[in-house]
C-alpha cells in the first residue's frame, strides 16, 4: 500500500510533552464499529470491558540506553551518539548511531570518562564497532558483558525520551518515572510501551472488581518500531526485530478465557504485535520466545486481539498502519480528526484510545 495513504497533519500543540497526573486521568477515545466516537476517560475502562475479558500488558521496563562517545581512531576523534535498540548478546547491542558516517567497522568508541578510583571502574566503557547497516544502524561489542555491562549502561545513559519531546524540552528525574509502567519489571526496552503508562494501582483495583483478569508478556520494545516510514511503499519497509516472550502458563490463561467467551483486550500495540506473532491459524495462542519483526498493514486477519487500548501514533508510522488495520483505515483517519479537533494530546505523554476490532 502507498504509505501517503497513512500521512496527516499534526498540529504541534496536539504534542504532548508531560503526562497528565494521576495517569489514568488522561483522556480516552472509544471507536467502535458502526458507531459514534465516544469521548471519555481511561479510569472510565472497566465500564467499557465486561466480566471475562482480559487484559494483557507488556511488562519491559525501559533502560537509560542513549548513550554520548568518542570515537578514538588513531590520532583523530570523533563525537558520536549512541541509541541501543536490540541486545544480541551478553556484551553485544544493535544500535543507531549519529552521525553513522563517522563510524568504520573496527573503530573503538568511549563512553564515559578515566577515572583513577577502583570503586568507579565502571564509570568508562569500550566498545567496537563489529558490524554497519543501514540506515545508522551498527552492531557493538563491548568491554563489559552481562550485569557488568547492564551496569555501565546504567551509570552512563540517558534514559531515551521520544525526539518530538527531546527536542523540546531537556530529560530529567521525574522521567524516569513517568516514561516507566507501574508495572515495569523486565529491562531490556529503549522505548516504552506507552498504552500502559495510563494505568495506576486503583484502576487495576476497579478492573479487579469487574472480574477482568491481566496478564503480562514482555517485548523489549526498540527504537525502530516509532520511526516513520521512509519507504513510498509498504512492501518496502524493513522492520527492525524486538525479542518478546510468552510463558506457557500466560498462554494457557489466555486460551481458557477466550474459550469461555472472554475477549482478549491488548494493552499497546506492543502486546498486540507480540500475541499475534504468538498465535496459531485457529486462533490458539501458543507460548513463545524469540526475536519478531511482524509488520501489520490493512488486510491482515487479526487471530489473537479482540480489543486494542493503545495511544495515538505518528503520521506515516508503523503504528499508525497497525492500528489501522485493526479499526479500519478510513475510520482511524476520521479518528484521528476528532481526536486533533477535540484537543486529544499525542504520542508518549498523550492520551489513550480504546478500539474494538472491526
Not at 522505548?191 to 472480574?211: I, K, Q, V, Y
Not at 526498540?222 to 502458563?249: C, I, N, Q, S
Not at 488495520?325 to 505523554?349: D, K, Q
Request: with cysteine; glycine share 8%.
Amino acid at each position: 500500500m502507498r504509505v501517503d495513504l497513512f500521512d496527516f497533519e499534526l498540529p504541534e500543540q496536539n504534542i504532548a510533552l508531560r503526562p497528565v497526573e494521576p495517569r489514568d486521568s488522561a483522556r480516552m477515545l472509544v471507536v467502535r464499529p458502526g458507531s459514534d466516537f465516544e469521548d471519555g476517560k481511561v479510569r472510565d475502562l472497566p465500564d467499557l470491558l465486561l466480566p471475562g475479558d482480559v487484559l494483557v500488558l507488556n511488562d519491559t521496563k525501559v533502560i537509560p540506553s542513549r548513550l554520548y562517545g568518542l570515537r578514538v581512531r588513531e590520532e583523530t576523534a570523533a563525537r558520536v551518539e549512541i541509541m541501543l535498540h536490540k541486545r544480541e548478546g551478553a556484551d553485544r547491542w544493535r544500535a543507531f548511531a549519529r552521525p553513522a558516517k563517522k563510524l568504520n567497522v573496527g573503530d573503538r568508541i568511549r563512553f564515559g570518562e578515566e577515572t583513577e578510583s577502583t570503586v568507579c571502574e565502571l564509570v568508562r566503557l569500550d566498545a567496537e564497532v563489529i558490524e554497519k547497516g543501514e540506515g545508522g544502524d551498527v552492531a557493538l561489542r563491548f568491554s563489559f558483558s552481562g550485569p557488568f555491562l547492564d551496569e555501565a549502561i546504567a551509570r552512563l545513559g540517558e534514559l531515551p525520551l521520544p525526539p518530538y519531546i527531546a527536542g523540546k524540552r531537556a530529560t530529567d528525574e521525574k522521567d524516569r518515572t513517568d516514561y516507566q509502567t507501574v508495572y515495569a519489571k523486565d529491562e531490556g526496552a529503549v522505548a516504552a510501551p506507552t498504552a500502559g503508562l495510563h494505568f495506576t494501582d486503583e484502576l487495576f483495583r476497579r478492573l479487579g472488581e469487574r472480574g477482568i483478569e491481566r496478564h503480562f508478556v514482555t517485548l523489549h520494545v526498540g527504537a525502530g518500531t516509532f520511526l516513520p516510514v521512509k519507504a513510498e511503499d509498504t512492501t518496502e519497509h524493513r522492520m527492525h526485530a524486538e525479542w518478546g516472550t510468552v510463558a506457557e502458563e500466560t498462554a494457557r490463561a489466555l486460551n481458557e478465557a477466550r474459550a469461555r467467551g472472554g475477549r482478549i483486550v491488548a494493552v499497546g500495540t506492543t502486546s498486540l504485535r507480540l500475541l499475534e506473532s504468538a498465535v496459531c491459524e485457529d486462533g490458539t495462542i501458543a507460548p513463545f520466545s524469540g526475536d519478531t519483526a511482524i509488520f501489520i498493514t490493512p488486510g491482515y486477519r487479526f487471530k489473537a486481539v479482540d480489543v486494542l487500548m493503545t495511544n495515538f501514533h505518528l503520521p506515516r508510522s508503523t503504528l499508525f498502519m497497525l492500528v489501522s488495520a485493526f479499526a479500519g483505515l478510513e475510520r482511524m483517519r476520521a479518528a484521528y480528526t476528532h481526536a486533533i479537533e477535540t484537543g486529544y494530546r499525542f504520542y508518549s505523554y498523550g492520551d489513550a484510545s480504546l478500539l474494538f476490532r472491526r
